[in-house]
């Protein structure tokens, strides 16, 4: 069975500009969560997206959103790109939410100048 | 909410050494917790986890961890270590009322040397 795929996995883009980067899950997994990683901060939840409803939040501005498509491929957004958005997303599925293993894509690796 | 400290940011071993990742948590509810790893430009693979029952967890690669419910810790060990386990090591909690969210440790950096 695959396993969770990210694209792209390295981007650069300017200050102000917006990106989105693209997640798809595990067969049949339809629990999407995005995390956030950087030297500074470490580890940090965005959201998750289950049955294209998000159902958690972590604490980030406006500019970050998300979706999730019928087919449990989620994607997620932003905009006004400032340099303190470099980092690499990740993304974890899961078979429903609130499940114990959650599986990671290999990560986009965002540099924004 | 819940927090996780990391004890110790980079650890240093000898091949064929036992290792100990030391990890604290801080929670009002109760909480799953998880140890993954990190290898150099991947993403985090589970070692392994604990939901309940026995304390003492078994993963992959060897790898061990005891949940102690009254020091809020979830350390994990490694009897003898190989090149191949240098890695950046990550312990997670989540709430056990199913909320998806994973809380993070900092990491702890482990570096082989032969």
């Known amino acids: 069975k695959a396993g969770v795929t990210q694209t792209p996995r390295y981007l650069i883009k300017t200050r102000g500009q917006q990106v989105t980067l693209s997640c798809s899950p595990i067969?049949?997994?339809?629990?999407v969560s995005w995390y956030q990683q950087t030297p500074g901060q470490g580890l940090q939840f965005l959201f998750e997206y289950f049955s294209e409803t998000q159902r958690n939040k972590g604490n980030f501005p406006g500019r970050f959103s998300g979706r999730q498509f019928s087919n449990s491929r989620s994607e997620m957004n932003v905009s006004t790109l400032e340099l303190g958005d470099s980092a690499l997303y990740l993304c974890?599925?899961?078979?429903?939410?609130?499940?114990?293993?959650?599986?990671f894509g290999p990560g986009t690796r965002l540099t924004v100048t | 909410a819940q927090s996780v400290t990391q004890l110790d940011s980079q650890v240093p071993v000898f091949e064929e050494a036992p290792v100990e990742l030391r990890c604290n948590y801080s929670?009002?509810?109760?909480?799953?917790l998880f140890w993954y790893v990190q290898y150099p430009n991947q993403g985090l693979q589970l070692l392994l986890k604990?939901?309940?029952?026995?304390?003492l967890v078994k993963g992959i690669n060897g790898f061990e961890a005891e949940f102690n419910k009254s020091q809020t810790s979830f350390h994990l060990r490694k009897p003898s270590v190989h090149i191949s386990d240098t890695a950046e090591y990550f312990c997670?909690?989540?709430?056990?009322?199913?909320?998806?969210?994973?809380?993070f440790g900092q990491g702890t950096r482990l570096t082989i040397n032969p």
């Open positions: 067969s049949g997994h339809r629990s």
């Open positions: 997670a909690v989540s709430d056990v009322q199913g909320a998806q969210k994973l809380v």
């Open positions: 974890a599925s899961s078979l429903i939410t609130g499940s114990y293993e959650q599986y």
């Open positions: 929670s009002s509810v109760s909480v799953y």
């Open positions: 604990y939901l309940s029952g026995s304390t």
